[in-house]
């Protein structure tokens, strides 16, 4: 936790809240706020408040509010809003799936990670991976978080339908909006406000 904290304090602040109006404050860090060093509010020192709206300002890809926020995808359209909260649940709550997905992942190296952070936003799923494609990964860990949920009860598990399709293909959505965008959509984003409302 200590580490977070040094971490957000020194991520660049986007602004303070007061009388109801947004103050810049970009350029300046919420430690420098600490010390009652902002020059668009000097000598004044943050609220707990300002700090929470500091903290959703940062964008790591797991943020840490009153629980645990997992950023690693974003919105989407509705049948696949619940996919992602699902898939962690299926994992993270089932000590089996969590296990399993440590052992998966416990030898990748800092290096191979980096690797994959940088290539998946190019190639999705077809990312060269050890001996195979990353889809393969995929399969695997989207396996476990089925069984992670259909382990707890609930009926759950038909939340991951949309990402095993996606699995499935080898598609990912940003796949499948470049071809529209290159295809029907010839090179064109108004058409995304037209077919992706939910």
Request: glycine share 8%; with cysteine.
């Given at each position: 936790?200590?580490?977070?904290?040094?971490?957000a304090?020194?991520?660049?602040m986007?602004?303070?809240y007061?009388?109801?109006?947004?103050?810049?404050?970009?350029?300046?860090?919420?430690?420098?706020?600490?010390?009652?060093?902002?020059p668009?509010?000097?000598?004044?020192?943050?609220?707990?408040?300002?700090?929470?709206?500091?903290?959703?300002?940062?964008?790591?890809?797991?943020?840490?509010?009153?629980?645990?926020?997992?950023?690693?995808a974003?919105?989407?359209?509705?049948?696949?809003?619940?996919?992602?909260?699902a898939?962690?649940?299926?994992?993270?709550?089932?000590?089996?799936?969590?296990?399993?997905?440590?052992?998966l992942?416990?030898?990748?190296?800092?290096?191979?990670?980096?690797?994959?952070?940088?290539?998946?936003?190019?190639?999705?799923?077809?990312?060269?991976?050890?001996?195979?494609?990353?889809?393969?990964?995929?399969?695997?860990?989207?396996?476990?978080?089925?069984?992670?949920?259909?382990?707890?009860?609930?009926?759950?598990?038909?939340?991951?339908?949309?990402?095993?399709?996606?699995?499935?293909?080898?598609?990912?959505?940003?796949?499948?909006?470049?071809?529209?965008?290159?295809?029907?959509?010839?090179?064109?984003?108004?058409?995304?406000?037209?077919?992706?409302?939910?």
């Amino acid at each position: 936790f200590e580490q977070y904290v040094d971490y957000a304090l020194d991520v660049p602040m986007y602004f303070v809240y007061r009388k109801k109006k947004y103050i810049d404050c970009t350029g300046m860090t919420f430690r420098d706020f600490l010390a009652g060093k902002l020059p668009c509010i000097p000598g004044e020192l943050p609220t707990l408040n300002d700090w929470e709206n500091h903290l959703t300002t940062i964008f790591p890809e797991v943020r840490l509010k009153r629980y645990l926020e997992m950023r690693g995808a974003d919105g989407g359209p509705w049948r696949r809003l619940c996919a992602l909260p699902a898939f962690w649940v299926g994992i993270l709550y089932d000590e089996v799936s969590l296990q399993r997905v440590l052992d998966l992942t416990a030898d990748w190296t800092l290096e191979e990670r980096q690797m994959l952070r940088n290539k998946v936003t190019v190639t999705g799923l077809k990312t060269p991976f050890r001996d195979g494609l990353l889809k393969h990964v995929a399969e695997e860990v989207l396996e476990l978080a089925k069984d992670g949920l259909e382990r707890r009860g609930y009926k759950e598990s038909g939340f991951l339908n949309a990402v095993a399709e996606v699995v499935r293909t080898g598609v990912t959505p940003a796949e499948r909006l470049l071809e529209l965008y290159h295809g029907k959509w010839e090179q064109s984003v108004d058409h995304v406000f037209e077919e992706l409302l939910y």
